[in-house]
């Protein structure tokens, strides 16, 4: 089960097809395409508050709680496998 | 010739080894056969039993002090060794990161968590839980995985703005929800027959709640599971079940000529507490001729009270005052033991297993070279 | 031995990441543990089950170095060190039919130990190393009965 060998879930594999086919990158995470799918909404972290922000395709990049205008990318939910060493 | 058996002081004196100002002398033991002309030095079990003697200091379920006496160093060695690096325990083995956004990286996340020392039930642990085995083929590692080889553990935290929390409040775990994570946090799953042997006190559970894992900020979360395996010391120390397994010699100190007086004092100061103590000289050995007590009725002398509690400093032998009036060393087979568990066993079991797992391993081998023979 | 798998209910971090179907068998470790269900394995003869599978490993481990002559011998271990290579030179040097008897670790990252014996006419090198494991076996049940003794009688500090 090393990391070489993970593969992206293809989103074809899920289970709407076609809205996260707009998506290019490939379901990289199933809520945010159930999201995109109603929307095109997208998360992102506030840089300033951490509050989690939902972003539509085009709009302004800009906090909703505090107008901060910077926003970080949440880390992918794939599971990843250490040692305990 | 005839042979002098040897007398009760030579045979005293054969047992110290010697701690002078700067060297140390007659280390090694001498007790094999040949060494001493006509005497019989050979093995013999009976003979062992009626010189071998163990006495406890303390055993506290997690320390245990004892003393070996009347035995090698190398036997005492191969217990020590033994307790360290092959008493199997349990500890994290793998772990899975679904998502870790805090502060510490993920890699060294997972090397504390796998230094945290876990406890569950006695049975569970010894005869349950057996070794795991990686599957030579990569394939069967998802059903290589039984209750009886793997226990599965869960950690689950976010930290959140606490709205309760006082305005001006700067203390972040009052602050936040789960600022802090500690090895409370972690929580056991249980599969199988798992609950039969792991439940109620006897659940996997870190030995100390208090481990502090990592801290977070709100927005940041730890979500991840773990896999716990059998293993040994000697492939990594968190398998280790003593957090130190040694020993040390007991110390010998001979008041060969009287200190008295200023010096007695100044010669206790040598010591740590309670080492050396400070007697009157009674009318008696005043009285007695060439004892060199003679004239100082009532002075204090420097007595030895309890040498096991002496670090041999060799400090003593630093003053002109005391030269040629003290005598240093240890018993070359008085072993000290000091066993302190990390906590999954208890330190008086884990010798006990030290003993069985030397004895087990010479049984296998004389099967093999009985095997090799053949 | 029989098999059975026992899927749980779907652990909480799945809802958010990819249906845990479409992951990869890799990517859920502890939802594939298999529950041994083998009725007879169970608690009662876990004893045997331990002492069974230590002897599954009967590869030989010992060997004798060529060159060797009956009362004088070298011999290499697989996969022991000092621990039990000091241990059993001292219990065979107190063995007064042998000559001489040490031990060495010829390099340190290659698990192996080798101990040499030289014996006197009348017995043999393997004969001496025999018995050096015997006095270690009895030395150990001397051990562990007299540590026993000395911690019950020091009180009962634990069960």
Redo the contacts between chains.
């Keep these: 089960m090393s990391r070489e060998q993970y593969q992206i879930p293809t989103g074809s594999a899920g289970a709407g097809g076609a809205g996260s086919g707009a998506m290019g990158a490939g379901s990289f995470n199933a809520a945010a395409a159930r999201d995109y799918e109603g929307g095109g909404l997208m998360h992102y972290m506030c840089g300033d508050c951490a509050v989690r922000v939902p972003l539509e395709k085009g709009a302004p990049i800009r906090c909703q709680k505090c107008g901060a205008r910077v926003l970080y990318k949440e880390r992918t939910k794939r599971m990843v496998q250490f040692e305990a060493r | 010739m005839p042979h002098k058996p040897p007398t009760t002081e030579e045979l005293e004196r054969r047992k110290i080894v010697g701690i002078r100002e700067e060297t140390i002398t007659d280390v090694t033991s001498t007790d094999f056969p040949g060494h001493y002309p006509g005497e019989d030095h050979s093995w013999d079990i009976e003979r062992f039993r009626q010189g071998f003697r163990v006495e406890f200091h303390h055993n506290e379920t997690f320390e245990a002090s004892f003393s070996l006496i009347g035995i090698d160093a190398s036997i005492a060695n191969a217990f020590r060794r033994i307790m360290i690096a092959d008493i199997p325990t349990l500890a994290i083995e793998t772990v899975f990161i679904n998502n870790n956004t805090s502060v510490i990286q993920d890699e060294v996340l997972s090397h504390r968590l796998g230094l945290i020392p876990f406890k569950g039930g006695h049975d569970g642990l010894h005869k349950f839980i057996k070794w795991y085995r990686k599957p030579d083929d990569q394939s069967q590692l998802d059903s290589s995985y039984f209750d009886n080889n793997t226990v599965s553990l869960r950690l689950e935290v976010k930290c959140e703005h606490n709205d309760k929390a006082a305005a001006g409040e700067t203390d972040p775990t009052k602050l936040y929800k789960h600022a802090h994570v500690y090895a409370r946090d972690i929580e056991f799953v249980p599969v199988g027959r798992q609950l039969q042997y792991f439940s109620g006190e006897d659940a996997i559970a870190p030995v100390n709640p208090d481990i502090l894992i990592a801290k977070l900020r709100p927005g940041q979360e730890i979500s991840l599971s773990m896999h716990m395996h059998k293993g040994v010391g000697s492939d990594h120390a968190k398998f280790s079940p003593v957090a130190t397994a040694s020993y040390r010699l007991m110390p010998v100190i001979t008041i060969e000529r009287p200190i008295l007086g200023r010096d007695a004092e100044k010669f206790a100061r040598c010591f740590p507490k309670g080492v050396i103590g400070l007697e009157k000289v009674t009318r008696k050995e005043a009285a007695k001729k060439g004892s060199g007590y003679e004239g100082h009725e009532g002075e204090l002398k420097a007595v030895v009270r309890d040498p096991m509690r002496d670090t041999v400093s060799r400090e003593c032998l630093r003053h002109d005052e005391f030269k040629g009036k003290v005598k240093l060393g240890r018993r070359r087979d008085h072993f000290i033991y000091l066993v302190e568990s990390t906590g999954q066993l208890q330190s008086d079991e884990i010798f006990l297993e030290a003993v069985a797992h030397l004895k087990k391993r010479a049984q296998f081998l004389e099967k093999q070279v009985m095997n090799m023979v053949r | 031995m029989p098999?059975a798998k026992?899927k749980?209910e779907e652990?909480?971090?799945a809802?958010?990441?990819?249906?845990m179907e479409?992951?990869?068998?890799?990517?859920?470790?502890?939802d594939?543990?298999?529950?041994?269900?083998d009725e007879d394995e169970d608690?009662g003869d876990?004893?045997d089950?331990?002492s069974d599978?230590?002897e599954e490993e009967e590869a030989?481990?010992?060997?004798?170095l060529p060159g060797s002559t009956p009362t004088a011998a070298s011999?290499e271990?697989l996969n022991?060190g000092?621990?039990?290579g000091?241990?059993?030179?001292?219990?065979t040097?107190?063995?007064?039919d042998v000559e001489f008897c040490a031990y060495a670790i010829p390099h340190p990252s290659e698990a192996k130990m080798n101990v040499r014996i030289q014996t006197f006419e009348g017995t043999t090198a393997?004969q001496a190393?025999?018995k050096g494991?015997?006095?270690?076996?009895?030395?150990?049940?001397?051990?562990?009965e007299?540590?026993?003794?000395?911690?019950d009688s020091?009180?009962a500090?634990?069960p």
């Design positions: 098999r026992s749980k652990p909480v971090e809802e958010s990441d990819v249906a479409e992951a990869p068998t890799s990517h859920q470790p502890e594939e543990m298999v529950v041994d269900q608690a876990v004893e089950d331990k599978e230590e030989q481990r010992v060997r004798l011999f271990f022991e000092h621990t039990l000091n241990a059993l030179r001292y219990i040097m107190r063995n007064p393997i190393l025999e494991l015997r006095d270690l076996q009895e030395l150990c049940n001397v051990v562990s007299k540590f026993i003794g000395a911690r020091f009180g500090s634990s």
